[in-house]
T-cell receptor, first 114, second 108 residues
Framework: DPKIIQKPKYLVAVTGSEKILICEQYLGHNAMYWYRQSAKKPLEFMFS???????DNQTASSRFQPQSSKKNHLDLQITALKPDDSATYFCASSQTGTDNQAPLFGEGTRLSVL | GDQVEQSPSALSLHEGTGSALRCNFT?????VQWFQQNSRGSLINLFY???GTKENGRLKSTFNSKESYSTLHIRDAQLEDSGTYFCAARNNNNAPRFGAGTKLSVKP
């Protein structure tokens, strides 16, 4: 059974719309992350949260907003979608944000913006 | 600037041969992780090292924090080893940063 669940697996959106990418982990981890992988760029770190608090943010645009309603959830809300936002978005988690344990990755959400 | 530089960008091997992939870091990293991204796009965790060397089957990885590099050795390459290999490294309290990847093609 997958321990990090990302939903949906595939998502098609129109330009200008808003979508929420879901991530839940059942590992008891306290740190969660979002990464993006597009055709133009390698895997790119976006956000890290530890104990539901933002630790690091490398995303320039405020259109990307993480939402942590529960300790094991870190959803990603994207507003005013653009075609350049098309990418696979990976969620990951680790025990804490400062430990030496390997972060584990979800299967990703493949977003296409038309 | 880029903190994780990965080489080569692409590599072609015949079955049964081997090679090494390398990551150089422009700043001191305290741990490195190696992944294989398979044809379905899934990220498969291969190794996580804070120091030294780890081996698993036909794969071996070394992390030298002092000299700021890590290597992934593949021996006796098989067709299913094809994919893109990424290293990711972290320093202090930051989340892991990825290299650009090495695209490995294993041919019969």
């Amino acid at each position: 059974d997958p321990k990090i669940i990302q939903k949906p697996k595939y998502l098609v959106a129109v330009t200008g719309s808003e979508k929420i990418l879901i991530c839940e982990q059942y590992l008891g981890h306290n740190a969660m992350y979002w990464y993006r992988q597009s055709a133009k760029k390698p895997l790119e770190f976006m956000f890290s949260y530890s104990y539901q608090k933002l630790m690091d943010n490398q995303t320039a645009s405020s259109r990307f907003q993480p939402q942590s309603s529960k300790k094991n959830h870190l959803d990603l809300q994207i507003t005013a979608l653009k075609p350049d936002d098309s990418a696979t978005y990976f969620c990951a988690s680790s025990q804490t944000g400062t430990d030496n344990q390997a972060p584990l990755f979800g299967e990703g959400t493949r977003l296409s913006v038309l | 600037g880029d903190q994780v530089e990965q080489s080569p960008s692409a590599l072609s091997l015949h079955e049964g041969t081997g090679s090494a992939l390398r990551c150089n870091f422009t700043t001191t990293m305290r741990a490195v992780q190696w992944f294989q991204q398979n044809s379905r796009g899934s990220l498969i965790n291969l190794f996580y090292l804070a120091s030294g060397t780890k081996e698993n089957g036909r794969l071996k990885s070394t992390f030298n924090s002092k000299e700021s590099y890590s290597t992934l050795h593949i021996r006796d390459a098989q067709l299913e080893d094809s994919g893109t290999y990424f290293c990711a490294a972290r320093n202090n309290n930051n989340a892991p940063r990825f290299g650009a990847g090495t695209k490995l093609s294993v041919k019969p």
